[in-house]
């Protein structure tokens, strides 16, 4: 079992930054990507960006060159550095890990960009 816990969200103002933070607990060492998801209220859930352990990274085509995802030196954390923020980046933003046996998910935490 692995357990993630996210923290930073809030309000901010469109092409302002936010930084998502999520520690993971738990078997840690089975853990082969992390990542971040959104939602939006009666939308699907979907791929914001993830990273695997060799450090490779994917990003979603609307948040390249603006949202930056990395992990600790310790492995059981990762962050989601975000700028420029635009209205639509508004959601539940939840931190993702996977493991040979199964995904693991985040309780979330709600990104408001205001216009």
């Known amino acids: 079992q692995v357990q993630l816990v996210e923290s930073g969200g809030g309000l901010v103002q469109a092409g302002g930054s936010l930084r998502l933070s999520c520690a993971a607990s738990?078997?840690?060492?089975?853990?082969?990507?992390m990542g971040w998801y959104r939602q939006d209220p009666g939308k699907q859930r979907e791929l914001v960006a993830i990273?695997?352990?060799?450090?490779?990274?994917k990003y979603a085509d609307s948040v390249k060159g603006r949202f930056t995802i990395s992990r600790g030196n310790a492995k059981n954390t990762v962050y989601l550095q975000m700028s420029s923020l635009k209205p639509e980046d508004s959601a539940v933003y939840y931190c993702?890990?996977?493991?040979?046996?199964?995904?693991?998910w985040g309780q979330g935490t709600q990104v408001t960009v205001s216009s």
């Open positions: 738990g078997r840690i060492f089975s853990i082969n990507a």
């Open positions: 990273i695997v352990n060799g450090g490779s990274t």
């Open positions: 993702w890990s996977r493991t040979s046996a199964d995904d693991y």
